[in-house]
């Protein structure tokens, strides 16, 4: 199993990114997909997660109106699209995959696969 996150960078306060994360090694559609984020010194905070068949999301408060999660099942890739960025949200951001359950699942450990990082900077 692998997932590869790409995407992160330096970007200004205000501008954005979009985070992508290749699944490869289990059956992409049939779980659901999460992004979470860990800034230095911090525990993995849930960030967003979408549900299999990409119909329902769910977002961190944090994030809420600024973050967009996508998937596409034909490619096993999910997305992030991230606007208006704050020093805040710098963090590294990694994917994580949970075969689908009826519950929204928000704790990182818990996710059954979980991938590497890419790190996002934003810089005031």
């Known amino acids: 199993v692998q997932l590869q996150a790409s995407g992160g960078g330096l970007v200004q306060s205000g501008g954005s990114l979009r985070l992508s994360c290749a699944a490869s090694?289990?059956?992409?559609?049939?779980?659901?997909m999460g992004w979470f984020r860990q800034a230095p010194g911090k525990d993995h905070e849930f960030v967003a997660a979408i549900s299999a068949s990409g119909a329902s999301t769910r977002y961190g408060d944090s994030v809420e109106g600024r973050f967009t999660i996508s998937r596409d099942n034909a490619r096993n890739t999910v997305y992030l699209q991230m606007n208006n960025l704050t020093p805040e949200d710098t963090a590294v951001y990694y994917c994580?995959?949970?075969?689908?359950?009826?519950?929204?699942?928000?704790?990182?450990?818990?996710?059954?696969?979980r991938g590497q990082g890419t790190q996002v900077t934003v810089s005031s």
């Open positions: 994580a995959a949970e075969r689908a359950v009826s519950y929204w699942e928000l704790e990182w450990r818990r996710y059954d696969y």
């Open positions: 090694g289990f059956t992409f559609s049939g779980y659901f």
